[in-house]
């Protein structure tokens, strides 16, 4: 166990919709990243937050946002949802610089 | 740019043979990191090593053992008298800091099976 918590395990859902992915952190790590994981792009960064802040961009469309709380957990909203969108997405959190990502186990998207 | 290579992507294997998962990493950075993670059919990504660009020592663990050579940019990992347990998907990862952030790049990823 990792220690990363992300809520839904499984979300189907239809065109056009909107979802919001939820994270937990490692107790302790400031740092929670987003990635996204499909057949043909791998694992891709979307974004990364520290503290609360935005630190990093990755390739994350404009129809997808995310926030870090002050509590630290983190949310990636996805709207107007195409078919393309459905991949599993990944938080992962960190402690700070080099530190090993530690991931939760993933939200499978799958739009319909 | 950083970029991960991992040209082997798939391998199947009998179980109890060695097998080797090939690693190659791209970076203009002189500090920087390397990952393997595994990740099992149940789905959630397993960190198993970093190693910092300074510390070219090979390291065991138990029957993981990991090779980097810094003059063939190359980050090696080999399991040893594999188990079926060992079935996954291996992602090699590189990590530099840029701009107060950590930039973590995946590989492809190789997809290993061992058969019984």
């Known amino acids: 166990d990792s220690g990363v918590t992300q809520t839904p395990k499984h979300l189907i859902t239809a065109t056009g919709q909107r979802v919001t992915l939820r994270c937990s952190p490692r107790s302790g790590d400031l740092s929670v990243y987003w990635y996204q994981q499909s057949l043909d792009q791998g694992l891709q960064f979307l974004i990364q937050y520290y503290n609360g802040e935005e630190r990093a961009k990755g390739n994350i469309l404009e129809r997808f946002s995310a926030q870090q709380f002050p509590d630290l957990h983190s949310e990636l909203n996805l709207s107007s949802l195409e078919l393309g969108d459905s991949a599993l997405y990944f938080c992962a959190s960190s402690v700070e610089g080099f530190s090993p990502l530690h991931f939760g186990n993933g939200t499978r998207l799958t739009v319909t | 740019a950083q970029k991960v290579t991992q040209a082997q992507t798939e391998i199947s294997v009998v179980e109890k043979e060695d097998v080797t998962l090939d690693c190659v990493y791209e970076?203009?950075?002189?500090?920087?990191?390397l990952f393997w993670y595994k990740q099992p059919p149940s789905g959630e990504l397993v960190f198993l090593i970093r190693?910092?660009?300074?510390?070219?020592q090979n390291e065991i663990s138990g029957r993981y053992s990991w090779n980097f050579q810094k003059s063939t940019s190359s980050f090696n990992f080999t399991i040893t008298a594999s188990q079926v347990v060992d079935s996954a998907v291996y992602f090699c990862?590189?990590?530099?800091?840029?701009?107060?952030?950590?930039?973590?790049?995946f590989g492809q990823g190789t997809r290993l099976t061992i058969n019984p």
């Open positions: 970076t203009r950075d002189t500090t920087y990191y």
């Open positions: 990862a590189l990590s530099v800091f840029s701009q107060g952030a950590q930039k973590l790049v």
């Open positions: 190693r910092n660009s300074f510390d070219e």
